[in-house]
C-alpha cells in the first residue's frame, strides 16, 4: 500500500517505525499503567487489550494512510512508546498522538518523536492542521504540545469530560 507520510522516521535517538508483532509486550508498560493510562484511555488493559490496541494502530495505517510509529530507542532497540497520526472515528479532527511507558517520561522522547511527526506533516500532509486532543487534567502532555509549538484552541467536552484541543503550527 502506499502511505501518505514515511513508514519509517529518525531522530537522534529514536527510529519510528512500524508495529511488529512481538512490540504489543513493550506497549504493555503503557498500557498496564493506571497512572501512564488515567489521562487517555482511563485505566490499565489487559495484555490482551493491549494487543489489540496494537492491532488497531496498525489497521489505521491501512485505513487513513497514516497512522501512530512504535518508538524503538536507537541505542537499545527497545520500543518504548509510540507517537504518530492519529484519526479515530470519533475524534474531532486527526492529531499527533504520543504514549511513552512512565519509566521514559521526562526524558525529551515524546517532544523528539512529535518534532520528527511535525515535520513529515508538514511535508507530506500539508493540507491537513493537525492537533493534539488532550485531557484538560494531563497538565504535562499540556507542556509538552506547548513546548512544542501547539497552541489551546479551545475546550470540547468528550466522553464525559473536559479535553482541550491544541492546534499544531502550519508548514513553514
Not at 496494537?54 to 487513513?64: A, D, E, F, L, T
Not at 472515528?89 to 521526562?106: F, Q, R, T
Request: glycine share 6%; net charge negative.
Amino acid at each position: 500500500m502506499n502511505y501518505l507520510v514515511p513508514e519509517f522516521l529518525d531522530t537522534e535517538r529514536l527510529t519510528l517505525r512500524p508495529f511488529r508483532d512481538n512490540d504489543w509486550h513493550a506497549l504493555h508498560a503503557y498500557y498496564s499503567s493506571p497512572e501512564a493510562t488515567r489521562f487517555t484511555v482511563g485505566r490499565a488493559f489487559t495484555e490482551g487489550e493491549t494487543w489489540r490496541t496494537m492491532c488497531s494502530m496498525v489497521g489505521h495505517w491501512q485505513i487513513r494512510g497514516y497512522g501512530p510509529y512504535a518508538l524503538e530507542d536507537k541505542a537499545t532497540r527497545q520500543v518504548i512508546g509510540t507517537a504518530g497520526f492519529w484519526y479515530p472515528n470519533d475524534w474531532p479532527e486527526a492529531e499527533i498522538k504520543w504514549a511513552l511507558a512512565p519509566e521514559y517520561w521526562g526524558k525529551g522522547y515524546a517532544s523528539e518523536a512529535t518534532r520528527v511527526v511535525q515535520a513529515a506533516a508538514h511535508e507530506h500532509l500539508p493540507d491537513t492542521r493537525l492537533i493534539s486532543f488532550i485531557h484538560s487534567e494531563n497538565h504535562p502532555s499540556i507542556q509538552l504540545a506547548q513546548a512544542v509549538g501547539a497552541m489551546f484552541e479551545r475546550e470540547v467536552e468528550f466522553r464525559g469530560a473536559s479535553w482541550h484541543l491544541y492546534r499544531h503550527p502550519s508548514a513553514p
